[in-house]
């Protein structure tokens, strides 16, 4: 049904703005597919040209999409399909797929329409704790299940992808990814450490936030050290010092873990327990099974994530530890890629007999690191690039497809100075925003010339709805007149035409 412009609700006068003055979106991106990111000091495999790695990325993106990415729960949601038994997903899978789908936006039409699918679905399955982190774990019939609350990866992976949904497609349009990942990133951090999922009396990434009190409260996994994000969330965070200090404590931690616990091979364990005074790998059965303090199906994706850190910052720290791992790898196999276990124990013996792509593709990555072994980096990559898809299901495939997006250059990582930059003119003395007590309604007032450069206004509402959106006129004021909305809190925001946030006030409206 259209609505008019001018509607009557219970004999007032509401000016519907919405319809008319929402800026075009036409969908298209600002960093297309491929884009061959800048890395720190690397090699890549040697025997492909770039063209021929982005055509790997593509071929293998079009056979992940069509086995994982599925339609369903709302006909406006996507999931991405967790093939184990009734599950149908899990927060872990919707952080991959929503870091994937942007990253391929520009070879993908449709890569903006799935990721608002998936995050509707997103939406759709909060945290019973924490409003804006993600159930962790949904069942055929598109229940919650297995307890109604969080995992932390899942959660930090959702709040990534939404800044490189910003960074792509701005935040202009229906969703405000920037709005809503600000919001993830308050949820992670909470207001003490009972809250959310960081530990922020040491720093520390829990398990999920479910976890409040007790002995888990000073555990951590350490495959949720996923500290490239942790750079961005500084960027952008009001308190910089509480990311920054995660990352410190990751690598603190995986130092410890290296020196003390497995000093010939630098492989990590699944869990740490006792991260607040006395780090130490977690006893059997902790949390998932015998293997917990052994580096198994969690630990094996930290040379993926430490060492895309090391791509992406150039942290020495992730280069040591990446590379320690590495050379008892090489070592181990004699440099065999056959002889790649699915599991081991700190010590370096095999704990599994089987192999898997879900070790081999983050292998792949920390090789990345040593330009001295360019024969062994070749040999792993052509092992990923040519194992069956039907062997691995959807964890190995997926960590397979995020390892080959950093492989080839493609990993995209949000600038900090898309969300930082503000625009000379925009300071407190060249721009006000106000509520006139006569009539109640904001007005925007400013001085600037707006010559090639179209700047937005959005209200929001305490719930994250824009209940407002126009053009900032140029030069003079703006009104805005919403005087039958809700008396609250509303957060006036002024965005330029990628989305970036340049000026936002609270104001409280009483009518």
Not at 221 to 230: C, G, K, L
Not at 242 to 269: E, H, N, R
Not at 303 to 318: C, E, K, M, N, Q
Not at 336 to 360: Q, V
Request: glycine share 8%; proline share 4%; net charge negative.
């Amino acid at each position: 049904m259209k609505t008019s412009p001018v509607s009557y609700i219970s004999g007032c006068l509401v000016v519907i703005f919405i319809i008319f003055f929402l800026p075009l979106s036409t969908h298209a991106q600002h960093y297309p597919f491929p884009r061959h990111t800048s890395y720190y000091n690397h090699i890549k495999p040697s025997q492909y040209t770039q063209d021929e790695l982005d055509e790997h990325v593509k071929l293998f993106y079009d056979k992940w999409k069509s086995l994982y990415l599925k339609n369903g729960c709302e006909k406006d949601q996507y999931y991405i399909f967790f093939d184990s038994d009734n599950t149908i997903t899990v927060s872990e899978a919707m952080g991959y797929g929503m870091m994937i789908i942007p990253m391929m936006a520009g070879y993908d039409p449709d890569a903006k329409e799935y990721f608002d699918g998936l995050f509707r679905y997103y939406k759709a399955h909060p945290s019973s704790k924490t409003p804006h982190l993600m159930a962790w774990k949904q069942i055929e019939g598109c229940v919650d299940a297995d307890g109604n609350d969080s995992a932390s990866d899942g959660d930090i992976d959702i709040a990534f992808g939404l800044l490189l949904a910003h960074q792509q497609w701005g935040s202009t349009g229906e969703i405000n990814y920037l709005y809503h990942a600000k919001l993830i990133m308050d949820d992670l951090t909470g207001n003490s450490a009972a809250e959310g999922d960081i530990n922020q009396d040491i720093s520390t990434v829990k398990l999920g936030d479910w976890v409040t009190s007790g002995e888990y409260m000073n555990s951590t996994r350490t495959s949720d050290f996923i500290t490239d994000h942790f750079r961005v969330f500084s960027c952008i965070s009001e308190d910089s010092t509480i990311w920054d200090g995660v990352i410190d404590k990751c690598y603190d931690l995986v130092a410890k873990m290296q020196t003390d616990f497995s000093p010939q091979t630098g492989l990590l364990p699944d869990f740490i327990i006792n991260a607040d005074n006395n780090p130490e790998p977690a006893n059997p059965d902790f949390l998932e099974g015998e293997l917990d303090g052994q580096y198994y199906y969690n630990a094996c994706r930290d040379p993926w994530r430490l060492g895309t850190d090391y791509l992406i910052s150039g942290d020495v720290r992730a280069l040591n530890a990446v590379t320690k791992i590495n050379n008892w790898l090489y070592e181990k196999t004699g440099g065999d890629i056959s002889a790649i276990f699915a599991g081991y124990y700190l010590n370096g013996d095999k704990a599994a007999n089987w192999t898997d792509i879900a070790f081999t593709a983050p292998f792949t990555v920390g090789a990345m690191l040593d330009s001295t072994k360019q024969q062994w980096l070749n040999d792993l990559y052509s092992n990923i690039l040519y194992a069956k898809t039907a062997d691995a299901g959807y964890y190995g495939n997926t960590i397979k497809l995020l390892s080959m997006l950093v492989i080839s250059g493609n990993y995209l990582t949000p600038t900090c100075d898309l969300y930082n930059t503000v625009n000379e003119n925009l300071t407190d003395n060249k721009i006000r925003i106000y509520q006139k007590l006569t009539t109640g309604n904001i007005t925007i007032e400013h001085g600037i010339t707006l010559t090639g450069q179209d700047l937005y206004i959005k209200v929001f509402n305490i719930s994250g709805n824009v209940v407002y959106n126009q053009k900032l006129k140029n030069y003079g004021t703006t009104d805005i007149s919403i005087p039958c909305e809700t008396a609250g809190i509303y957060l006036i925001t002024i965005f330029n035409k990628h989305g970036t946030v340049l000026k936002t006030r609270k104001i409280g409206i009483n009518n």
